[in-house]
């Protein structure tokens, strides 16, 4: 395991609960907004992979409701707390970017504020996977970093955190090249509990 991907399990697994009582204090997240447009998009049923699923709260619940969820994340922690929270989606511990599955085996894949934390040089093949996994005409919700960030935050809700990121201009032709094709690109800010922060969401479409 790389030293990025150590950080950001060891965080995470040390800040769950402290991570949810944070992100409830986020009023304006648009995450739900989002989901949203994806859901509409999607007949009952459908086969949808969440990485970076976290604890659960509020999309993976959400999306169990009438879909069959399948959650990824590297902390064991969360996937604690989200098996508790959501008994009706399946989970499995794994880095988002060495887990494997057939391709053509989900209608969505979502990531909310999960690619943020793979190096982005890897993003780029990150996003051709995921386009392999997905079923021709299926769809990828996610929420990337639209900085230049790369690199350790050294107190993080009280733990050290690797983020890393590319401007918006970069993931839209990282996401061309693995083959998709933007629905919605909209650069979002919102204010976290420290201040405003801006990330990139976007739903795309193999």
């Not at 053509?104 to 890897?122: I, K, Q, W």
């Not at 970093?145 to 890393?164: H, I, K, Q, R, Y």
């Not at 996401?175 to 998709?180: R, V």
Request: hydrophobic letters at 45%; proline letters at 5%; one cysteine or more.
């Amino acid at each position: 395991m790389s030293e990025a991907r150590r950080i950001v399990e060891t965080g995470y697994d040390s800040s769950a609960e402290r991570y949810l009582e944070w992100s409830a204090r986020i009023a304006d997240d648009p995450r739900l907004r989002f989901l949203a447009e994806l859901t509409g998009r999607l007949a009952d049923g459908a086969e949808v992979l969440d990485l970076g699923c976290g604890a659960g709260v509020p999309c993976t619940k959400l999306l169990a409701e009438r879909h069959d969820v399948l959650g990824v994340d590297v902390s064991a922690t969360q996937l604690e707390l989200a098996r508790r929270t959501v008994p009706g989606a399946r989970f499995e511990k794994a880095d988002m970017t060495a887990v494997s599955f057939p391709d053509n085996s989900f209608d969505a894949v979502t990531a909310f504020y999960s690619v943020l934390h793979v190096p982005r040089e890897e993003q780029g093949a990150l996003f051709a996977r995921i386009a392999r996994w997905l079923r021709p005409g299926g769809w990828f919700l996610a929420a990337l970093g639209c900085s230049e960030a790369n690199g350790v935050e050294d107190d993080w809700l009280g733990t050290p955190m690797f983020f890393s990121s590319h401007a918006p201009d970069v993931n839209r032709r990282l996401l061309a090249e693995a083959g998709f094709t933007l629905v919605l690109d909209e650069p979002v800010t919102m204010h976290e509990p420290e201040g405003a922060a801006t990330f990139h969401w976007v739903l795309a479409r193999r």
